[in-house]
């Protein structure tokens, strides 16, 4: 090795770590709302996590969030792509002392992060959940909102986040617009009601929690899903047009033949085989004669029949 190459892979090493700091660095949150759903589709508290980077924000991405160690394995990492749907985001998980951290490479300003955390006490019809966040990045507009439970009462939350609001799923929702946040601030949320069955919130509307879509994910309303039944219909449609246009050209083929042996039958003349006419001789002279002559071409008598 050269020491113009050794020159350069020195150089290259001093500057990855850097690249990857500075994309890390300029990680802004233009919009996050995070929701907190106590009790909607599981017993536990289902946390959501929508987030749109900043304009700033220079795409590829690397996002780093911290999550409760408790709550397992995320249900939901995504992100929204162009057609506003969401698309299963790959990431890597760093499990610490009390907490978890997950990491992923983002080309989408649209980030969708769910969980749930089972970290709900109940103590017979009361129940109990404090919410905990800090923020990771600057966040230009930040949202918190709290849903009320089907058949709760007594809904307490604080710091207070004023009066509920009855939405179309007919759900009451508790909103705290924060506005912009420094990377580094602490949140807490604590949140209390009154509840005497476990009837889950998901019962009262026919919508669930949106699941992201993956190249092996089973959505009957996907174009991409559909494809192989769409596949297997124009299949069944060409077999069977195959069948029909081989019947009906071997009936054309059978009706054509029929129609050229009747038409020979009636076109060519019946043959009739000659019959042999005995010869006839001059019973005067001896001389044979032609068939047709009445008298002897020789000696002029006239032919016997």
Not at 200 to 216: E, F, K
Request: charge should be neutral; charged fraction near 20%; include cysteine.
């Amino acid at each position: 090795m050269n020491r113009t190459a050794a020159i350069l892979i020195l150089i290259l090493v001093f500057l990855v770590p850097t690249y990857r700091a500075n994309a890390q660095s300029n990680v802004v949150f233009d919009r996050m709302m995070i929701e907190i759903w106590p009790e909607y589709d599981r017993p536990d508290v289902l946390v959501i996590y929508r987030i749109t980077l900043d304009a700033s924000t220079t795409l590829p991405a690397q996002v780093s969030l911290t999550l409760p160690r408790e709550a397992g394995t995320p249900y939901n990492v995504a992100m929204q792509d162009l057609d506003g749907l969401l698309y299963n985001q790959p990431y890597n998980t760093e499990v610490l002392d009390d907490s978890q951290k997950i990491t992923f490479t983002t080309s989408a300003a649209g980030l969708q992060i769910e969980y749930y955390d089972p970290r709900l006490t109940k103590d017979g019809a009361d129940r109990q959940f404090t919410y905990a966040f800090d923020s990771e990045y600057p966040i230009n507009n930040l949202s918190i909102s709290v849903q009320q439970p089907i058949n709760a009462t007594n809904m307490q939350i604080l710091p207070s986040f004023g009066a509920g609001a009855v939405k179309e799923d007919g759900l009451t929702y508790y909103t705290n617009d924060i506005g912009k946040v420094g990377s580094g601030t602490h949140l807490s949320v604590q949140v209390s009601y009154t509840k005497t069955d476990d009837q889950l919130s998901v019962g009262l509307q026919p919508v669930q929690p949106s699941q992201p879509l993956s190249a092996s994910s089973n959505n009957p309303t996907s174009a991409v899903d559909l494809l192989p039944w769409i596949l297997g219909g124009i299949g069944v449609v060409l077999l069977g047009g195959g069948i029909i246009w081989f019947v009906l050209t071997r009936n054309r083929i059978a009706a054509a033949g029929t129609a050229r042996r009747r038409h020979r039958s009636i076109a060519e003349p019946r043959r009739i085989e000659p019959v042999e006419v005995a010869a006839i001789y001059c019973h005067q002279c001896g001389k044979r004669a032609s068939s047709g002559d009445v008298f002897c071409r020789t000696c002029g008598t006239r032919l016997r029949p």
